[in-house]
């Protein structure tokens, strides 16, 4: 069965440095999404993607943070410098349309700001 | 703004009916999803109901959809131990790109 598959699994990484969380969505999949979760905390939507640009984006998505679909396959979030505060579980997912009952979630990346 | 709450917790015994339940405020949301969360794994998406249906069954599932209250429930029956994991609410509100409204989960526990 597809799936969306999201590595790693877990990232530490040191305040103010960079990460990228990485995605492969399901690969007829035309939208693509980021979400992520804090602790103890709801599923909040970051960023919607389509035909190479965003669609919609939050209001947590601010400069921070940037997406991109560098080679057809991946799907990226880059953070571009860390806080503490950005620490959670990040979802990819992908769906064929966007009514979102096609959303397939990937496992998810586990980021620890230290 | 948009928003969906539910119950945090859940215990029943194995073989029992789990009823999770959900609230939400946006009225004009076209679709409301349930999905379930295993541990260490992603969210998969259990079923949904189209907002001018009241109620869905899916095998032991069922979805009560309650429009004037806004509120949605999810029947489990004869809820079995592999049904343990945390149960997300959630809502695709009108206009949306496909981006999902969630609630904070119900974690759901069966005991033997």
């Known amino acids: 069965e597809p799936e969306v598959t999201q590595t790693p699994s877990h990232q530490v990484t040191q305040m103010g440095q960079e990460v990228i969380l990485r995605c492969v969505p399901i690969?007829?999949?035309?939208?693509f999404y980021w979400y992520r979760q804090i602790l103890g905390q709801k599923v909040e939507f970051l960023v919607s993607f389509y035909n190479n640009e965003i669609s919609e984006k939050s209001e947590i998505f601010d400069d921070q943070f940037s997406v991109e679909r560098p080679d057809g396959s991946n799907f990226t979030l880059k953070i571009r410098s860390t806080k503490l505060e950005d620490s959670a579980m990040y979802f990819c997912?992908?769906?064929?349309?966007?009514?979102?009952?096609?959303?397939?979630f990937g496992q998810g990346t586990r980021l620890t700001v230290v | 703004g948009e928003d969906v709450e539910q119950s945090l917790f859940l215990s029943v015994r194995e073989g029992d009916s789990s009823v999770i339940n959900c609230t939400y405020t946006?009225?004009?949301?076209?679709?409301l999803y349930w999905y379930k969360q295993e541990p260490g794994a992603g969210l998969q998406l259990l079923t949904y109901?189209?907002?001018?249906?009241d109620m869905k069954q899916d095998q032991r599932l069922t979805v009560l959809l309650n429009k004037k209250d806004k509120h949605l429930s999810l029947r489990i029956a004869d809820t079995q131990t592999g049904d343990s994991a945390i149960y997300f609410c959630a809502e695709s509100p009108v206009g949306s790109q496909g981006n999902l409204i969630f609630g904070k989960g119900t974690k759901l526990s069966v005991k033997p």
């Open positions: 109901i189209f907002s001018n249906m």
């Open positions: 690969s007829n999949h035309l939208y």
């Open positions: 997912a992908s769906s064929e349309g966007t009514k979102g009952t096609e959303a397939f």
């Open positions: 946006d009225s004009s949301s076209t679709y």
